[in-house]
């Protein structure tokens, strides 16, 4: 019984390492740089999707599918991905319902959420024509 246990443990403990190591929430991988702008990050594993936005603010557009990234509910990225867009740099302006706003700089990304898909809308710079306005 002791040889079973003294074989068994070594063989357990690596499955476990092993096993540790991987991940099955894609949402929770390493993160690349995303289409519409290489300094907004996405989970490396999400597939670029056929899609188009029909509003005149958006400059860029992609649309992503990945498991899962939505949550039960579709409404919210995990914490590890709201983590490392901000630690890309970019915070965190509002949110209404499954549409998150991220600004850095003069940048505006609109992240929209959904169970298994989410989509990126680069805002187009919008600038005040007003001369009363200007800084």
């Known amino acids: 019984m002791k040889n079973v246990f003294k074989l068994s443990f070594p063989i357990l403990w ?3 390492i092993i096993g540790g190591c991987s991940n099955p929430n ?3 991988a390493p993160f690349i740089h995303s289409s519409i702008d290489k300094e907004f990050p ?3 594993h999400a597939k670029l999707a056929e ?3 029909n509003n005149p603010m958006i ?3 992609a649309k992503y599918q990945l ?3 939505g949550g039960e509910q579709g409404l919210y990225p995990s914490p590890e991905y ?3 867009i901000k630690k890309w740099g970019w915070t965190k302006e509002d ?3 499954h549409l998150h706003v991220f600004k850095k700089g003069k940048k505006i990304i609109w992240l929209t959420i959904e169970k298994d898909e989410f989509t990126l809308s680069k805002v187009k710079h919008l600038i005040d024509k007003n001369p009363n306005n200007a800084k």
């Open 95 to 97: 949110q209404m319902g």
């Open 67 to 69: 498991k899962n990234i």
């Open 42 to 44: 996405i989970p490396q």
């Open 51 to 53: 899609g188009k936005a």
């Open 59 to 61: 400059e860029k557009y």
């Open 14 to 16: 690596m499955l476990c």
């Open 82 to 84: 709201l983590n490392e």
């Open 26 to 28: 894609h949402a929770e």
